[in-house]
């Protein structure tokens, strides 16, 4: 299920396009249906259908169909589940159907190879910006001629607007939207008269690891920090924004090699000199059992990891060293319209987004998932502040926001993600050598910026 390589190369070659004629298309825009119903300048595509949809239930039948790809399992896609519930319920006419794919690697290959065979779903869901490669490629079709006074671009949080925007027309709407987070076991920092509701640094939490490894867990010493799942693409923005580097510079790699030095030789050190720090298969559930004492979460984790724990959680920015706070990665997702042959669908679609886009729903999402309430007036829903009352975790997201930034180009990509994943654990895994990760790293963007060259440049990159 996994193809962890997606190139543009791939997605264009899988889907019978030149690259040439997918920048044309993306340079030139995309008109309505009045304009050419099938051709690339229409939001139809006539030999595009829908995929196929699972049983419908007997008292939604009759209606028009309508079919999303959720990229979420366990609590995530049961939540979003039932927010599908209440718009089913919610009126006559449509029939909103969900199918989980796994995640959003999944959901990537799986859309490729639907792209292919012209079975598609009617919503999609990609993080960050990983939507262009799919924009490039004319699958997807612009919300604004579904927009209104009710449901548009003003009633979401700027800081996820502009990301979702190719030109001057809209293809994402905020929806899963979140940031990273510190998660740190509060009662354990309690208990060692360590600093709580602050903002750490990582040289500071360095320091406390021989303090934290006084405290066992199952026989063990607790360990001070678990990197996730090879060091985790998305977090290392924020890493290495706390060290004052950067990933990339428009085209330039690395521009200044330094910062990534000392990000890297810090976290080769703290792993594999100090033995504070390691690379967990599975960081949080680590986390939930007290073997280690702080990981980094998703604002999604929230909700999930308040139930889980049996201590006091605690939650904060993602730490610092030479800025603090660092610039943290704007996170999660939104959902785009899929460019198929049935204008019908397309507006029950948009519809389904209006109801998503609400505030009642989106505080509901926020209060069910931790996910930011992307709806400015869900902060004002009584359910929500109610919940900020009563347990501040919840706010740290919302507070950390003004220093939320889009990641560099290079990791728009899922190739890029992957680059990065596999550099980081290199390096916190096998204890490999700083340089030659570096190395290999710059050569992996490298690739990936010259594969989407030609569409980074028709974004102005």
Known sequence: MHDLSLTRRHLL?????????????????????????????????????????????????GRTNILF???????????????????????????????SVGGYADLNTAFT?????????????FPEMQWLQFYFAGALTPLDPHFDDEWNTDIYLPTYVEEGKAGEE????????????????????NELGLPVDTQYTWSQLREFGPEIASATASGQPVKTFAYAGGGGAWNASAWLWA???????GFEVMPDEEPIRELMTFAKEWVHVDGHA?????????????????????TASMRGLTEAVDFELGAAFMPGEINQPPSVPTGGSGFSLVKTESQERQDATAALMKFLGSAEMSGWWHINSGYVPIVEAARDEPEVVALHEE??????????LENAQTVAPVNWFQSGVNAL????????????EVQASMDTLRAAYEDVLEDNREDLEALGI
């Open 278 to 298: 390691y690379s967990a298969q599975s960081a949080h559930t680590d986390f939930q059992t007290g073997l280690v004492a702080a990981v980094h979460g998703s």
């Open 69 to 99: 790809w959720a990229p979420w399992t366990g609590g995530l896609f049961e939540a979003v589940s039932e927010l599908f519930t209440k718009f089913n319920d919610s009126q006559e006419d449509i029939y909103a159907a969900i199918e």
């Open 113 to 125: 190879a639907a792209l292919q065979a012209k079975a598609v779903p009617d919503m999609v869901c």
């Open 13 to 61: 070659s899988a889907l019978g396009l030149g690259a040439g004629t997918a920048a044309l298309a993306g340079c030139a825009g995309l008109a309505t249906a009045d304009s050419d119903s099938g051709g690339e300048t229409s939001n139809l595509r006539n030999d595009m259908g829908q995929a196929a949809l699972g049983e419908i239930p007997s008292q939604y039948s």
């Open 170 to 189: 809209t293809y994402v709407v905020p929806f899963a939207r979140s940031n990273p987070l510190f998660y740190y076991n509060k009662t354990l920092f």
């Open 391 to 400: 347990d501040p975790n919840f706010t740290v997201a919302l507070e950390q």
């Open 421 to 432: 994943t596999e550099s980081f654990g290199t390096i916190t895994g096998d204890n490999g």
């Open 243 to 249: 060290f004052d580097g950067e990933w990339s510079n």
